[in-house]
């Protein structure tokens, strides 16, 4: 039966195909629904992990215990997971392994569009990529073949307009593939530094047989159309270069572009006139081509920087029909909290102190836009809290007498998935940051997945619930203090006290994010009072989608407010006020 | 693919793009074309701009649109109609809603709601229809359906039967759902 799959739902549904049975993840935009669609496959055990290095070696354990494994991260992730990702090479697998890495070319939803089949290449990992859905499923079951018959994690690494993009599928059957029995062999998954120098030997051997593999196998394959041009290309570009060319040139479409197949490169490069390599981001299929020593084009005329699409690649060749007209310059429309975003009362009151506020990755990076402008830095997940451990540091070394402040802010799934260690780094050298940690309940920007703290796991059911607040205390941080966002007043006095101590200390400020519909309560809306109401324009300081001006007048609009009251503390008039009292006061 | 039918939907993160799009995109499917989409997840959904784009044919191969490549825009929004407007093809139709959502500099008094877009788009030589969806999402009582009450008055520009938008709206809308979503695609449909 045919259906419309995304890339990432594919994957899923290969990864059943191929008789998986273990399922690890961080969530991270555009990789998130591959777990979110292993979740339903009953036959699947899958899990949350609290980040990416957690989740690949959970991954590799599970392989070498004998369950095919699936491992799914965006393209920053990876870098968390290094680590054990260049371990996995060294040891091989029991089961099949498959990592998956969804990169992010135009960075949709990141803080860079690094381009991970680098990755495939440092750590001598076999590399496949699919170029639609249909591919991306068949792709992953060929993954776990290969994974098996080499034992070798395969790197499988797709793009967000694959991961998110629909195309049609037809889809197969699950095999049963039986678990392998798992044998302690610490001559591979001990690498003491006598057993990994014999293991990269073994890994060096197994690459040479992987390069002549990529020259027979399937996934790569050469379509003939005029030889005047040839192409190379890989993933999502094929079909934008497809597109353009069509029967005028001919493919050499790699689906394993390494260990590279040389042999295939070779001969195509003979039979055509001219040989461009068309891929996004960097020229890691050119670099190979060129080292080979045979001429190609490729990034003189391709850009390096961000998404491709069939426009670009016209126009690259010189064959765009006609220039499209400019567009139109519109008033811009960034992304903004929502209307009862718990965060909103925290960054109003951060972006008037005068300190320094180092930001995380989440909803909240939203804090250093105007109105508010209040976060300086977004590194990595994480990074508020250690970041601004050097700055506070460095800035008591500068101006011991009075130095400035520095406020990390995090959400409550980044402090789990690396905000704790530097939270430990500050209170072991005992540097007065003070870290807000932002628990909304839930890992919101990516669509609200489970987390640690949400007290569910990421198959519904209720789970341990991790509290920020004790972790803090048993990191030895003495200052702890709870405060509800919403009340401006608790968290200007929260501010106040942690500013006038010295020793690194933590806010959690926690209300359930408003779009978390099993935890958020929806209050009586608010309403203007345009008696009252000076025209002064502070609430817009607040900067919520529920208020809006018309004619000069403030109005608020009924069916987006849900009563969070931080625009009527903010009103020194006392202009805005409730529909309904909920009767409590 | 030169037979291929390129569509954008243009609207603001939280509008029901993506709800839109999918009983679109199965509707094509439903009809045995080769259907691509492609949309945009992530940070961008918080009140941000967004757009999903549909292509289908007898062999698509591109998932996105191109600029100057669209055969129509859905805009859910106003502005949003003006920002997407270099993606169409010469003699492309815009479908677009009255709806006016300020964006952010716009609430925080920085900028104003700009109010000339219908020149601007006719300065284009585009065909745009405008109608009023938030108005009858509002008179069924749900202002949620809006996006459904735009897809019926974008579907009188494509060749395809009202039972066969109903059947795709029965396949992607919850079970709950579908009797309003039909009824607001319904009315949408005689706006245009």
């Not at chain 1, 009075?402 to 050298?429: C, E, Q, W």
Request: proline share 6%.
């Amino acid at each position: 039966m045919k259906s419309l799959m995304t890339g990432n739902e594919a994957i899923a549904r290969g990864a059943w195909e191929a008789g998986v049975r273990f399922a690890t993840a961080y969530p991270g935009t555009p990789s998130t629904e591959i777990l979110e669609n292993i979740a339903g496959y009953d036959e699947i055990r899958s899990q949350w992990s609290v980040n990416e290095k957690t989740a690949l070696e959970t991954a590799l354990g599970g392989s070498i215990a004998g369950a095919r494994t699936i491992c799914a991260m965006k393209h920053v992730g990876l870098n968390v997971a290094a680590d054990p990702l260049f371990s996995s090479a060294y040891m091989g697998v029991n089961a099949g392994l498959v990592i998956v890495t969804a990169d992010d070319p135009g960075c949709h939803s990141s803080q860079n569009e690094q381009d991970n089949r680098n990755y495939a290449k440092a750590a001598k990992l076999p590399l496949i990529e699919p170029s639609n859905s249909q591919e991306a499923l068949d792709f992953v079951k060929v993954a776990f073949e290969l994974s098996e018959a080499y034992s070798t994690p395969v790197l499988f690494r797709i793009t967000t307009r694959l991961a998110h993009g629909k195309s049609v599928v037809t889809v197969g059957r699950r095999v049963d593939v039986k678990p392998r029995e798992y044998v302690r062999d610490t001559s591979r998954f001990v690498l003491m530094p006598a057993q990994a120098r014999a293991r990269h030997g073994v890994l060096e051997d197994r690459l040479i047989q992987l390069e002549d593999w990529a020259c027979t196998t399937r996934l790569n394959r050469v379509e003939w159309g005029s030889r005047k041009l040839g192409i190379i290309t890989s993933g999502i570009a094929y079909h934008y270069a497809h597109e353009v060319f069509g029967e005028d040139a001919s493919y050499l479409k790699l689906g394993m572009s390494y260990p590279f197949p040389k042999k295939l490169v070779e001969d195509f490069a003979a039979q055509v006139d001219r040989l461009v390599v068309i891929e996004e981001l960097d020229p890691f299929i050119e670099d190979a081509v060129r080292a080979m020593g045979i001429e190609a084009e490729g990034k003189a005329i391709i850009p390096r920087l961000g998404e491709l699409d069939s426009a670009i690649i016209a126009e690259a060749f010189e064959k765009a029909d006609s220039k499209s007209p400019p567009p139109e310059d519109v008033t811009g429309r960034p992304p903004m909290f929502c209307a009862g975003c718990p965060h909103r009362g925290v960054f109003y009151e951060l972006g008037k102190l005068p300190v320094t506020i180092t930001g995380d990755i989440g909803c909240y990076t939203l804090g250093s836009l105007p109105p508010f402008a209040a976060t300086e830095t977004c590194i990595c997940m994480g990074a508020s809290i250690s970041a601004g451990l050097g700055f506070q540091k460095v800035f008591n070394m500068l101006n011991p007498a009075d130095p400035k402040r520095t406020i990390a802010v995090i959400g409550d799934s980044t402090f789990y998935h690396s905000g704790m260690t530097g939270l430990l780094d500050a209170v072991y050298n005992d540097v007065g940051l003070i870290t807000i940690i932002l628990d909304n309940r839930i890992t919101a920007m990516t669509g609200h997945q489970e987390n640690p703290g949400s007290g569910y796991n990421l198959s519904g059911q209720s789970a341990p619930q991790a509290r920020p607040e004790e972790i803090a205390k048993a990191l030895g941080v003495e200052r702890v203090t709870t405060v509800n966002p919403y009340d401006l007043t608790e968290v200007k006095k929260a501010l106040d006290n942690a500013l006038a101590d010295p020793h690194p200390s933590v806010i959690v400020s926690r209300a359930p994010c408003a779009l978390l519909k099993r935890e958020a309560v929806r209050r009586p809306p608010y309403f203007v009072d345009q008696d009252a109401c000076r025209k002064c324009k502070a609430c817009l300081k607040v900067a919520c989608p529920a208020l809006y001006v018309e004619d000069g007048e403030v109005h608020i609009d009924n069916a987006s407010c849900v009563g969070c009251g931080v625009c009527a503390q903010v009103c020194r008039f006392g202009a805005i006020n409730q529909t309904e009292k909920t009767g409590e006061n | 693919m030169a037979n291929t039918t390129s569509i954008m939907l243009a609207g603001v993160g939280g509008q029901g793009t993506i709800l839109a799009s999918r009983i679109l995109a199965q509707l094509l499917l439903d009809k045995g074309y080769d259907v691509k989409m492609s949309e945009v997840h992530g940070m961008a959904q918080r009140g941000g701009s967004v757009t999903t784009q549909v292509r289908y044919g007898e062999q698509v191969d591109a998932p996105t649109i191109a600029p100057g490549q669209a055969d129509f825009i859905l805009s859910f929004e106003a502005m949003e109609a003006a920002r997407t407007a270099h993606f169409l093809k010469p003699g492309g139709t815009i479908i677009a809603n009255t709806r006016r959502i300020p964006s952010l500099p716009i609430l925080i008094g920085k900028e104003e709601y700009p109010d000339d877009i219908d020149e601007r788009l006719a300065e284009r030589g585009i065909d745009v229809r405008w109608v009023d969806a938030y108005s009858i999402a509002e008179e069924l009582g749900n202002t949620r359906v809006e996006n459904v009450v735009l897809l019926g008055a974008f579907s009188t520009v494509l060749p395809f039967t009202e039972g066969a938008w109903k059947k795709a709206i029965a396949q992607v809308v919850p079970p709950r759902h579908v009797e309003l979503n039909v009824v607001a695609f319904q009315r949408g449909s005689r706006l245009t």
